[in-house]
């Protein structure tokens, strides 16, 4: 089944930069791994701000909720998932 | 899969009776089916109101639009669809 | 009578990981508590967040206060309750 | 239990009057009943609107509900029903 | 003149208890007052929450406001004041 | 009391210019007539729209709901009264 | 660039079921075109809705609104266009 | 004084096509005018809607009112009108 | 030009008394000094909150920005401004 | 592609003096060289508030976020990007 994620980061501003880091780099990692296993099939930019839109495929909410609630930065988002049928034009 | 659906019945007020009664026994009957099919689990009446929440359980977003759209009332309707995960605690 | 209960846990991302699970000890042993008594039917986590939906069954709003307000996340948490009438369909 | 009716009246500002008075007439019939009742305990308007917020006490919200929905405007109002709890103040 | 009063209160989660004690206490005292002085009618609790809705009756907003800023949790709640008119039903 | 009332006119732009003007006048008649009995203070237009926003005085709401509600466009209008207390600055 | 694009279908519940087929097949043959230049990438059924959420990708948002206003349906639409920029992971 | 108008176009889609266009064409001339007189500075479409957002520069709001109920969509549009300031790097 | 100005003050509630009165002090006095200037025309008490609505009168937004952001709170207030035009009945 | 850009800043009321001088200054160097690059055409000063509206033109919405995520205040601000089209009343 697939999912629009929209993801708004709120770390705070004054987060040590080196903690940041730390955080993204196995924010990215996570993101690989989900990307491999077909979870994670595209994502992009909100321009101007630090949220993204994911477009996601999982068996069903439980499977997505386990793969989102396993990035680094997860503690410190707010998620709005939204649920896709397919529509009639792709069939 | 399970759903949460808000469903706000704007059918006009100035229906005339005997019309509304028609739409309203095929809705049931339809109703009925999806129950059968384990597709409507329950369904709440919001009190004041001719808006439903339903339980629902597909095998995704897509057959659960094909079970809705095909209620009577589905061209006079609003539908929210929420995309409801396992809870820890049901485990 | 019967409620949906939607549960937002704004207990701060720096919270130290030990008093965190201290709290979700303290918050599920309750909930037993309460499903046991009847009061909490059936628990939903909302995918992508720390939000859960409950469906809960009280004598009335002041019972359905008593119980929210004992678990242990509750001074961390916005609730919206809604009440639930019984739909014709059900009858 | 405790219900505060949140009540908009939408019914077409170009309804003929004489049909708008037999339903004001109805409308205050049924509410006067409801009184009898103990279901309907205080209305106030909000004022520059033709909506009211009514102050309730019923079982539950089914039997709120069929008290709301057999008033004459239910087919030309917007409801909105708020559960109260009993204030620790009150006790 | 009548006005319903939401109040939500937002005294941080982490406030000491005692402290929290000590308000609670100064408010409850400064509440009876106000229903001595026939300002404040009645009080909700709204369920799952720390927010109350009050009926209370007043010369004028003015009056209203030194009422409700007199009230100890005042600097941490968000209030909204909804001015009240009388319903014909009630004449 | 003091309020400060918004109000949106929504007649149809499909009515006839004559009806339009006839209410027009009738409108302004009476608000003439609400000026001299010291209720209504001052209007603005909200510019680009047919709102307008009115700073009105009266014993109360109930008296502010018998003047708004006698406007000739009260039918087709939506109203939104805030109740306004004295600022300390202008004792 | 890219456009996430949310398309809410208002098209009257009693508009003639042939009229409705008719823009339709009109609406999925110019859908077709705008495929085979690029521009509709994806299209997604937003479940229990006659609306839909689209993946664009277009020279600027001036051939984009060329396209969708080109598009059937388009009168009794409303649209939502949102800017989708690079995520730096899809680099 | 500048301004940034945002007009909604809510003509009903089923205004006959002649009609539309003789409106249309009464809006450009008007527009042209207001250009004409500095008061309209730039127009952009927003995408996907048939509404635009404007750049007016006015002596004041009054002078915006009686501009923009001179085109010839005003009775069927709604408009919100945000006041500009010069920001301090425009100095 | 006329504006009516909406200004919450956020200063977090557990500021020393002694900064907060010093603040007062001088907002009053500037405040003062922009009456004096007949820029501030009057001002209202929202009740039950620490917000005020403020009758206005600039030259232009520019003019009343400067005006605004000289005032003590500043820092810590969310202001809205909206631009009054001239009601027909006022001419 | 032009884009509407709402900037709101959220830095801290209590942040140094000096610091907040210093981001003030790298933000107007950076804006510069953003006019200079022709991406920044125009920016108005939200009245009353921190916030400003800018007018920008970037080839693509991943042009604008690099520009905007570059500016100094970028860690404490909200931003709004609206893309648009170009009137057909501009060619």
Chains 1, 2, 3, 4, 5, 6, 7, 8, 9, 10 share one sequence.
Not at 8 to 18: G, M, Q, V
Not at 36 to 43: F, Q
Not at 55 to 68: C, F, G, P, V
């Amino acid at each position: 089944m697939e999912f629009l994620v929209r993801t708004t980061n709120n770390l705070p501003a004054d987060t040590p930069e080196e903690r940041r880091r730390e955080l993204l780099q196995a924010e990215r990692a996570r993101a690989a791994e989900l990307r491999e296993a077909g979870l994670l099939k595209k994502l992009w930019r909100v321009p101007g701000t630090r949220s993204s839109i994911g477009w996601y495929e999982a068996r069903d909410a439980t499977e997505l909720h386990e793969a989102l609630s396993s990035l680094a930065f997860f503690p410190w988002v707010d998620i709005v998932v939204e649920p896709l049928a397919q529509h009639p034009q792709e069939r």
